[in-house]
């Protein structure tokens, strides 16, 4: 049995071609493209990896903002200032002083340096001086302990308050300790626990482990040095 040849198909005029009767496609829209279509921007630069620590950053401490004394340094100096300014241009317009100034000027005049009130005055003077000296090359913020810097862009801090809290229920967890007592300083940490049972000794080596742990998983830039008492709870009366 024979077949008659398919006709050949005619173009389009207007130029375009349908679909193929044989089921033959061009490529498809959904399919994998070109990896060399898609190679994206070749200009961005590409970040890189790398398992090497970060440069270890300075450690300081916290420097304290201090609105309260500045806020009243400040509003004292103005309130004199303004008086002083208003005194002197009220005697410039022909008008009396006024009697605090006065006072003051026939005071400083008459009285001798050895006096009482000069010399109680000049003392304040200076001690608000050096307290203003004092508050101003200081950090302040005793109560935060510096952190260790993992990143030079990141800085934390941790309570003294916290610190010792969380140190003594580390404490709390050794055999034999009823009570402890942590105190957190900028350079040591002292406790004092008491011990219902056991020997003094175990417990206060079971206790300085511990906290010798605990402190270095708190991470502090300088891990403060440790004093650790153990006693016998005290005998009721």
Known sequence: MTTAPRPAREPDPDGASGPDPDGAS????????NPDDDRGDS???????????APEAPVRRFWA????PAAVLAAL?????GLLLYDVAAVRADRSAMAWRRELADG?????LDDTAVVL???????????LLVLAVTPGLREILPMRREHADVRAGLDREAAALALRDRAMEVSGVQSVRVRVGRSKVAAKAVSHFRALDEVRGDVETVLA????????????????????PSGKG
Not at 65 to 68: D, E, G, K, L, N
Not at 108 to 112: D, F, N, S, V, W
Request: hydrophobic share 50%; no cysteine; charged share 20%.
């Open 26 to 33: 061009g490529p498809d829209p959904d399919g994998p493209s």
């Open 43 to 53: 200009t961005g630069a590409v970040p890189v990896l790398t398992d090497e620590p």
């Open 65 to 68: 903002v201090r609105r309260i």
């Open 77 to 81: 100096v103005l309130g004199g200032a």
């Open 108 to 112: 400083l005049a008459t009285r001798p």
């Open 121 to 131: 005055g000049a003392a304040v003077a200076v001690a608000l001086g050096l307290w």
């Open 213 to 232: 742990a605990g402190i270095d998983e708190l991470a502090l830039a300088r891990p403060p040095a440790l004093s650790v008492r153990v006693a016998r």
